[in-house]
């Protein structure tokens, strides 16, 4: 059986009258769907409980069907498949998008395949992230499988006996050989009182070696620099340039 679309659109228009006729509560009586929809646009405008639900009501009426009918007029406010957004819940997404591209671009000047293990050791030991990315990019540069003419392996370059004593049991494993590296260099700076020029003579050569110079800071160190050996002197330098590439 088919529907006639005029004869369905007269049947609900004569509904929704009587329904404005029984609930109109002034007394007055309406003609048309028409006037039960514009006291429906007032019922609906006054509900201001939030400025997110007052956007989204604003939204759905701009809708309207050009009969008035009412349940043309709340269907893009309730149907639950709609795709219409608020003006305001558009400039928070458009806000968060910017935020969090500003906060992945200021992380540093130059990334690395291993930032999440820097970040956690940094965090972990206490140890500036730019000052891990350093060294790593001085010893291997950031090759995690490099071997020395001394036997030295992995990101941070640690010898068998210092992995073994930090309790690495895969030096070329990237997890493990820079939460070792970066807790070696942490020990380091805390017996050096923080003085980092020490701490990275003290990585590279050795700490028993830069004790044994009788310095306490930076500037003594500097100044019997040549007395340690010239690999670790070119160190510090490096660690030191290249630090400058890793800091925000």
């Known amino acids: 059986m088919q529907i006639d679309p005029s004869g369905?659109?007269?049947?609900?228009?004569?509904?929704?009258?009587?329904?404005?006729?029984?609930?109109?509560?002034?007394?007055?009586?309406?003609?048309?769907?028409?006037?039960?929809?514009?006291?429906?646009?007032?019922?609906?405008?006054?509900?201001?409980?939030?400025?997110?639900?007052?956007?989204?009501?604003?939204?759905?009426?701009?809708?309207?069907?050009?009969?008035?009918?009412?349940?043309?007029?709340?269907?893009?406010?309730y149907n639950s498949d709609s795709n219409t957004i608020s003006s305001s819940s558009s400039e928070s997404v458009s806000l968060s998008s910017l935020t969090n591209t500003g906060a992945v671009d200021s992380t540093s000047s130059v990334p690395t395949d291993f930032e999440s293990l820097i970040a956690s050791a940094s965090a972990k030991y206490g140890v500036p992230e730019s000052l891990i990315k350093a060294v790593i990019d001085t010893e291997s540069g950031f090759n995690p499988n490099v071997v020395s003419s001394a036997g030295a392996k992995g990101l941070m370059q640690l010898m068998d006996g210092t992995a073994?004593?930090?309790g690495i049991s895969n030096a070329f494993d990237p997890a493990q050989n820079i939460d070792a590296g970066t807790k070696y260099l942490s020990l380091q700076l805390q017996r050096f009182g923080g003085e980092v020029k020490m701490a990275l003579a003290a990585y590279n050569a050795g700490p028993g070696r830069v004790s044994r110079l009788g310095v306490s800071n930076d500037s003594e160190l500097m100044s019997v620099l040549h007395l340690l050996p010239a690999e670790t002197q070119a160190y510090i330098s490096k660690v030191e340039k290249a630090q400058s590439k890793y800091t925000a």
Not at 33 to 58: H, I, Q, R, Y
Not at 61 to 72: I, P, V
Request: net charge negative; glycine share 10%; aromatic share 2%.
């Open 164 to 166: 073994a004593g930090l």
């Open 8 to 77: 369905s659109r007269q049947l609900l228009e004569l509904q929704l009258s009587n329904v404005a006729n029984q609930t109109n509560v002034s007394g007055e009586t309406t003609g048309s769907s028409v006037d039960f929809a514009n006291m429906m646009d007032g019922l609906l405008s006054a509900d201001t409980s939030s400025s997110e639900a007052s956007s989204s009501t604003s939204v759905g009426l701009s809708k309207r069907s050009s009969d008035g009918l009412l349940w043309l007029q709340l269907g893009s406010l």
